[in-house]
């Protein structure tokens, strides 16, 4: 089977760092992505790892790796308007490439 | 603009009617996904087409149905044979299957009541 885990809910304080994890368990894998999605919008693109290690992006990182089937998304220097969903995503390799999301972890700023 | 587009934002239908939710690109893409998110919840795969006239079942495509007839085009038909229709349904696309970054459309909200 396929699963993809993540914690539901985490809160955090305005200018602090916050690490997000993700677990997977795919048929292949052939990249993991991380996506914000603030309530009632479309989600929107973060970061993409394919190969183990850390990719940094300001104040976003996200981490990889493979043989442990695990990635977080770090964010630095909170701020209020990073309350939102953070989503991991696997595209797996089954036959097929399916682009298969996590349950998404909600993430409170608070001030 | 490039983009994604859905339509309706919102839409109301009366239980046992088959709706059909737009979703268009003008991206080029190959690839386009139709996702449903429950409040709270992650996005769940309905279907996908990696490739014109060419879809497969996702994860809960059970009383769904799709067509690619066109590249830019991938339409969503929940028909009557689903039994908990109401949700936010998002389609995406990648300019190909296999390790790109998705675009999604803004999302249909869909009531039934």
């Known amino acids: 089977g396929q699963n993809i885990d993540q914690p539901t809910e985490m809160t955090a304080t305005e200018g602090a760092i916050v690490q997000i994890n993700c677990t997977y368990q795919?048929?292949?894998?052939?990249?993991l992505f991380w996506y914000q999605q603030h309530a009632g919008e479309a989600p929107t693109f973060l970061s993409y790892?394919?190969?183990?290690g850390l990719e940094e992006k300001g104040r976003f990182s996200s981490f990889l790796s493979r043989s442990k089937g695990y990635s977080y998304l770090l964010l630095k220097e909170l701020q209020m308007k990073d309350s939102a969903s953070y989503l991991c995503?696997?595209?797996?390799?089954?036959?097929?490439?399916?682009?298969?999301f996590g349950t998404g972890t909600r993430l409170k700023v608070l001030a | 603009d490039g983009g994604i587009t859905q339509s309706p934002k919102y839409l109301f239908r009366k239980e046992g009617q088959n709706v059909t939710l737009s979703c268009e690109q003008n991206?080029?893409?190959?690839?386009m996904y139709w996702y449903r998110q429950d409040p709270g919840q992650g996005l769940r795969l309905i279907y996908y087409?990696?490739?014109?006239?060419?879809?497969q079942k996702g994860d809960i495509a059970e009383g769904y149905s799709v067509s690619r007839e066109k590249k830019e085009s991938f339409p969503l038909t929940v028909t009557s044979a689903q039994k908990n229709p109401t949700a936010f349904y998002l389609c995406?696309?990648?300019?190909?299957?296999?390790?790109?970054?998705?675009?999604f459309g803004q999302g249909t909200r869909l009531t039934v009541v």
């Open positions: 995406a696309s990648s300019i190909s299957p296999t390790n790109t970054e998705a675009f």
């Open positions: 795919t048929s292949g894998f052939n990249g």
């Open positions: 790892n394919v190969l183990d």
């Open positions: 995503a696997v595209v797996t390799t089954s036959g097929t490439y399916k682009y298969i």
């Open positions: 991206l080029n893409h190959d690839a």
């Open positions: 087409s990696q490739i014109v006239n060419d879809f």
